[in-house]
């Protein structure tokens, strides 16, 4: 926050464009109630969250049940249960509550309280302040390293070297500082590596990252980036590191292998907070300028949505499931919570094919087939399948059948060959079912029924004698009904199978040699 500890940063030592219209807003969102706003699409926002006066920064437990969000104008941290959009707690800490980090495993909330210095530690248990830590002057942003042993705050008018400011450490078993870390002009962002080893620290007025090294606790790298950098996130990999610009209205991505800076990607008006999804395929921008957040693919470094939120965008918290987004709206006194598109998964058809047959084939006896397609994907897909039954009807004749259970798939041929074609919906299952009788043994061909399911490319020519060398094949022999009697189905083996799953075939196959006359 600003010197004049007013939540219109960033700009902690001069004023910033959006402060008297963040005043404004302020006053017009007053007694604003909670509205639920069913989505159109995704990537929209779902909910809108009254909470205190002039809400900064939103953390999220790691269970994802509650966040947790400082009021910096009611020197308050209110609790939302996320599962009802409801605020069920208000916490009273310092004066302009600025910033909250949510310890590892959950137990803690840090709470830095820009104008009176301090760090209220909150049990989140009990919701209560049990400790209060004295610190810098103007405590801004603050993050817990990975293994939960530190917490590293900014304090933005600590000038004890030159007019630089500094990184206040905690050991969060003691709640005590255990040291102090020059760093940059203005640092109002931090955050870690996933491994912990690195802290980035945006440093506006200076327009650089300071790295340090969490092992030594010392500056060992500073990056230049573009014009007033102010908030930074780091990928779940660890490789890059985004840093929001707004004096550029820009992302600048740091390659953290090399520390330099490889992409800028232009984004709303003044960004601010910068978050990324668990997976790391996105990242959520506030900008605090123009009312939005833009959602950048992390994949092509592109801005794929721009969702329109509340009044002056400031910070970002995303779900651990990666569901949601909870963007704080300082000029409106509300939290947006945004759905997340997530994509779906494509088309994948799963094919099982099926017979009843327990034994070598009787003469006369019917055996019934099942053909069981289903789309396991979340994408519609094309089937297009043969059933060819030259290998089948020179043993039996056909007495039923093929036909479909849903006009999604149609069965259309005669004689041997037949087609199953036409589209499954996302997690249709549509089976084809027919039925043969053996024929007297005398009049049959190999003795042995062999059924071929295929795509049309990979069509066995003339009637195969057997599933040798045809992957989506199921085969049953017959029986000579003169010398060999039915047999115990525990015998003659397993129930016969064809799986196939996407683009990989599993057979499970019964075969039993024909006895010759």
Known sequence: MPHNATLAPPGGKRAHPATSRFVAAVVAAIGLMLSIVPAAYADTVTATIPVGASPAVVAIT?????????????????????????????????????????????????????????VSVIDTATNAVTATIPLGTLPYAVAITPDGTRAYVTNIADHTVSAIDTVSVIDTATNAVTTTIPVGTDAYGVAFTPDGTRAYIANWTSNSVSVIDTATNA????IPVATNPFGVAVSPDGTRAYVTTGGDNAVSVIDTATGTVTATIPVGTLPYGVKITPDGTRAYVANGGDGTVSVIDTATGTVAATVPVGANPYRVAITPDGTHVYVTNAGGGTVSVIAVEKP??????????TSDAVGPIQDGQVVNYTVT??????????????LALAGVLDD?????????????????????????????????????????????????????????????ANLPAGVPGSCTGLGDCLEVATADTAAVPMVNPAVAGVAAAVVLAGGGVFMFARRRKSTTA
Do not use: C
């Open 219 to 222: 500056v060992t790298t500073t």
């Open 396 to 456: 039996a004749d056909l007495v039923s059948g093929p036909t479909s259970s849903d006009g999604a798939l149609v069965v259309n041929g005669a004689g041997d060959l037949f087609g199953i074609n036409g589209t499954l919906a996302p997690g249709q299952t549509v089976t084809v079912v027919y039925s043969v009788s053996a024929k007297p043994y005398a009049d049959q061909g190999d003795h042995n029924l062999v059924a071929v399911l295929a795509d049309p």
């Open 373 to 386: 397609l289903t789309n396991t994907g979340g994408q519609p897909i094309p089937v297009d399948r043969v």
């Open 62 to 118: 790691p269970d994802g049940t509650r966040a947790y969000v400082a009021n910096f104008a009611d020197h308050s941290v209110s609790v939302i249960d996320t599962a009802t959009g409801i605020v069920t707690a208000t916490i009273p800490v310092g004066t302009a509550p600025y910033a909250v980090a949510i310890s590892p495993d959950g137990t803690r909330a840090y709470v830095t309280n820009q104008v009176s210095n301090t």
């Open 344 to 353: 779906a998964t494509p088309g994948e058809l799963k094919v099982t094919h």
